[in-house]
């Protein structure tokens, strides 16, 4: 049987693989009833309600065949509004410490359901609370379910976005006016054999949220007696006082009259027409990141998955681009390197010639610096005559000079000289006299340096008896300056 | 980490493979969508695998075998770029010049010499010149051959002094390179001693000369 199933499965899959548009499918599954709305753009295009009881995941699948038949789905998306015994609502009240803490308290409840119950998939929807702690109404689907159900869509390759607990339609019919606000209202809805009832505060804020095991249609007493509780409860637990009561649907005015009875004669019933193909219009406009969406994570995987996929294609393409435009540079290179080669190739004996033509210009260059310094630009000055003449100058009336001599010292690449003569005076006087003719030596342009030890002055006498009338002297020293 | 990889390469392979809404996808279709992914990654292996094995060999090949023809080129370059023309031009016409200034054989020695003779003559001095051995100069490109001079100053010479001046400069400008080198003038009483006089005169050295 499962063989069958899974292979005409495949066989559906294959023959919608290619026929696919951006309808969405909307399902209501509550507690029996079976309602099917294919919406576009999310206006509501076709709908379509089994006939039979759908309680089982077998007769689920038989009534999604029929259904996506019925409606001519062509789309992928569906989503799913669920009431069903196997989906457990749970209120918690969890530290008020911060949205970590509510959570982290929250994962803990869950683990401890999963341990007697296996794993589900588990969402949190808030609830006014009137003390400090924050309530909460734990959503919490087997996950075993929830893959029976996921996987005879995904192999029909229908991808489900959302699934959403009855609650969530119900509060969206408060807060889009169908029913008046302003003050608390208990609704009630039909959910197959069950009812679905939500206590609400006057600005459409949740409090509570129950599933009745009992029908206005079938066993309206039995729920007059509930509903009156829940009016109760709401009172003692969250001082609301609730004088009215909403029931969305169809209902008699047999069932008002009982049902008034049991709420009390100061309770307002109100009758609003409302069915489940309305709840999956209402659901078909929500986000699937909708918070109470149970596959909110399965979803935001998917697309991870899908930008992964994308990325890494585009990165690949880029990288094909990048490395095709860097080898189609890279073959210009070479081109031009092959071309480059080949022309020095063509020169390069020219080249040989002329480095070697070049060298030999500058050998020769430098040979002819070397030969210019040394002829022209290392010749000796003419020293000894511009002394001589330099000497003769400054000389004064009373000094006679007898020797002059100049010569240059090849060791030291200076200059020498050397002046004797005589003057006519006593010793004072050629002291004096040669002493103002070295000072005007040294400040002139030569700036002669006289050896000290060198300098000689003796007297000269003519006849023994005589004082000497003049003296000889002998200086030597060197020149500085050319 | 062990066990980790072989579920993080399966997720790889879901993510890659994932045919969407078909999960039982059989192999050929999981193929078919992974072909897009797989097909330009094996075009960027092949691409990269020629880029950096062939086309970057054969470019650095072009180029090992081209450095030494370029550094050739460039050392062409450099010798070309390291003298002007007009410096090559400059420095000839020096060298031409500074050849001038050479005295390059015994017979324009003798002529020099002779020349100088006159001049003193000229300026009342008789001038005897005697030229000696040239010197060794290992390292120059010119040789020193020295030259001893005489000057004596005829009695009727009425400048001596003046005279003796004038003819020390006409060495300097007597177009040849004339080095004086020593010079020591002595008056005895109101006589001139004879003046001696040491010279230096530049010459090319032989090889040099062969080369000029």
Redesign the interface.
Known sequence: MSETR?SSS?AH?RSR?RRRSNDTLGIAWLHGEFHAAVFRRQSLVRAWTCSETVDTLPAFEAAFDAATAAVDFSG?EVFLILAHEQFVHQPEQAPPFSEAAARSYLRGRVERFEKEHGPVLWVSQRMASVRQDAAYLLHMLPAAFYDGIN?LL??????LTRVLPASVPLQLVLESGGVAKGQPVLLAAATGSTTAVLAAKADAEALFSRTLQAGWDRDPARLGVELNRSLLYAKQQFGVAMNRVCLLGAADAATRAELQARCGEDRTIDVVASSPTDWLHAVARLSARHPVNLVAGYLGRKRR?QL??RS??AA??L??AV??L??WA??L??QE??M??EE??A??AA??Q??AE??A??QT?D??????A???EE??P????KL??YV?SVIPQTV?????????DPATARWRFRLEGRVDGDEETAHDLLTSLQRQLTRSVFQARFDDTARVIVPVSIAADALPDSQRFAVEGGLFEN | MKTKTPSRGQAFW???T?V?????APVSARVRRAL??VL??I??FV??V??WNS??A??QA??A??RP??A??N??FR??N??SPEA?AE??E??V???R??VKTPEEITALMTGLKNEAEARGFDATWTVGESEENED???TFTPVRGKLTAKPNIADP?NG??AM??R??AAGK?I??????????EQKWRPVEV?L?L?QPKEH?KASQ
């Open positions: 899974t495949s899959a693989f992928v996987s995904l192999a029909r390759r229908f991808d998955n992964i996929r890494l294609i690949c393409w990288g094909i490395l095709g860097d080898a890279t073959t290179r070479t390197a092959r480059r080669l020095l190739g020169n390069q080249m040989y002329r480095r070049l060298i210009r500058n260059m040979t002819q610096r070397r030969f210019i040394q002829v022209d010749r000796v003419s020293v000894p005559g001589l003449a003769a006679a000079l007898t020797e002059f001599q100049c010569r240059h | 879901q993510v890659l994932e969407p809404g078909w999960p039982d897009p992914v330009p990654l075009a960027l691409l990269a020629w880029r086309l970057e054969q470019l072009y180029r075998e081209t023809l370029l050739l080129e050392e062409v010798l070309e390291s003298v090559v420095l000839n020096r060298a010049v500074a050849s200034l050479l120059g490109v010119v002094f003796l001046l020390l400069d060495l300097q390179r080095d004086l080198m020593r010079l020591s003038v002595r008056v005895d040491n230096r530049a040099e």
